[in-house]
C-alpha cells in the first residue's frame, strides 16, 4: 500500500554523492564477477590438479553455484527490501570473499564444490540491492545510463580476474589467486559499509501530484505472485535467462575452449582474452545504457527491441568463432559476439526496476535474477560440461566445440521472447493512450 505524502528527506543526491555511489557499487560488482570467473578462467590448472572432468567443472560453475545464488537471492531480496541495503550488500560481499579465499585451500572437488556454493551464498546479496540503490540515486531518464555503468563491472570484473588472477596464477600458482581476491574482497566490505548510505526509497519517483510517496514495506509473497504474474516481469525474465544459457554456457568454457581447441596458451589468454572481454562486453554494457536511455523516451518497447535485435546480429558471429580455425580469428569474432551478447542486462533490470513500485524493487530484481540466472548460470554450463563428456564417452573429436555448437537454437529462443515482449509492451502502451 502506498501513502502519498512529501517527503522532505528524498532530495537527489548531488552530481558528485551520486557519482561516489555509483562508482563504489561498480567496484562491488567487479569484485562479484572476480570471484565468480576466477573458476572458468583457472579451469585448466585446476581441472589438472585436482583431476575433475569438463562435466564436473559445469556443475559448480552452473547448477551447484546457481543452487545458492538463485534461492537465497529471494529472501535476501525480501530483507534487502524491509533493512539497511547498504548492511546487506556489505555482509554480502565479505561472505562471498571469504568462500573465494576457501577455494584456494581446497584439495579435492567436494571440498570445492563446497566453497563455490558459499561463493553462491554471498554474491546473492550483491546485485539486488545494488539495483535498488541505484533506482533510488538517480532520476528516471537516467538510469538506463548508471546502469550501464554498473554493468559494466562483469566485464571489468572478468577482465581483471584473467589479467591480475592470470598473473598471480602463473607467478606463484591457481591457489594463491583465489586467496589474494578473496583478501581484496573483504576489505572492499568494510569500505561499503564505512562509505555509502542506505538511500530513501522511492525518493526519485513522483506521482501523479508530483510529489514524492511514501511506501509501507511490501508483503514477501504478495510481491512475488505480482512478479509472476506480470507479462512483461515474467518475459523479461524468460528471455534474459535464455540469453544467459548461452552466455554463461559460453562464458565458463571459453578459456578452456581457446586453449584445448585453439592453442592459446595461459599467458596469452590473461593479456588477449582480458583486452576481448574488456572491449567486448565492456563495450556493450556502456553503449546499451547510453542507447537504452534515448530509445525508451517516448516508448518502453525499446526495452525489448533492443535485445532482439542485438541478439539476431551476435548469432552468426557466434557461430563462426565456434568454427575458427585458430585463436587470433577467434578473438577477433568473440569481441563482436559479446558486443552484442549483452545488451540484454541493462534492458531487464531497468524495465524491471521501472515496472514495480519502489518497496518492491529488491525482491523484483532478486526475482529477476532467480529466473534468469537459474536458467543461464544454473543450466548453461551444466549442460555444456555434460554434452562434452557425453560426446568424449562416445568417442566423438572435437567435444567442446560441438556442445558450445549445440546450444545455439537459445538465440533463437531469446530473440522470440523479446519479440514477444515488445509486442506487450507496444499493446500496454496503446491501452495507456
Known sequence: MQAVVADRSAAPASPARARLVLAVLTFVYVINFLDRQLLGFLAKPIKDSLHITDGQLGLIGGFYFACFYCFIAIPVGWLADR????????????IWSGATAAC???????????????????????????????????????????????NFGPPA??????????????????REAFLTIGVIGIVTAILVRLILRDP???????????????????????????????????????????????????????????MESKGMTLAQVSVWYALAVLIGMGGSMLISGWVLDRLTRKSRTGYALAPALSLAV????????VWAPGWQLALGLLIVVMLFNYV????????????????QRVLSGALLLLVMNFIGLGLGPT??????????????????????????????IAIALFLWLSRVLRAERKVAA
Not at 533493512?83 to 565479505?94: Q, W
Not at 584439495?107 to 540503490?133: C, D, H, K, N
Not at 501530484?209 to 515474467?234: D, I, Q, S
Not at 554434452?387 to 533463437?412: G, R
Open 83 to 94: 533493512t539497511n541495503r547498504v548492511t546487506v550488500l556489505s555482509l554480502a560481499c565479505a
Open 104 to 150: 584456494g585451500l581446497a584439495t579435492s572437488y567436494p571440498q570445492l564444490v563446497a566453497a563455490r556454493m558459499v561463493v553462491g551464498f554471498g554474491e546473492a546479496g550483491g546485485v539486488p540491492p545494488s539495483y535498488a540503490i541505484i533506482t533510488d540515486t538517480f532520476p528516471p531518464g537516467r538510469r538506463g545510463t548508471a546502469f550501464g555503468i554498473y
Open 157 to 174: 570484473g572478468a577482465a581483471l580476474g584473467i589479467a591480475f588472477g592470470g598473473w598471480i596464477a602463473i607467478t606463484y600458482g591457481w
Open 200 to 258: 530513501p526509497r522511492g525518493g526519485l519517483d513522483r506521482n501523479a501530484a508530483g510529489v514524492a510517496a511514501v511506501y509501507e514495506k511490501a508483503p514477501f509473497w504478495a510481491t512475488t505472485g505480482m512478479f509472476f504474474r506480470n507479462p512483461v516481469l515474467l518475459l523479461a525474465s524468460l528471455g534474459s535467462g535464455a540469453t544467459q544459457f548461452v552466455t554463461y554456457g559460453l562464458g565458463n568454457f571459453a578459456v578452456l575452449f581457446l
Open 314 to 321: 551476435a548469432l552468426p558471429f557466434y557461430v563462426a568463432f
Open 344 to 359: 540484454y542486462l541493462s534492458a531487464s533490470v531497468a524495465l524491471v526496476q521501472d515496472e514495480v513500485a519502489p518497496n
Open 383 to 412: 549442460y555444456v560440461g555434460a554434452a562434452s563428456d557425453w560426446l568424449k564417452a562416445h568417442d566423438y573429436q572435437n567435444t567442446l566445440q560441438l556442445a558450445l555448437y549445440s546450444i545455439t537454437p537459445f538465440y533463437l
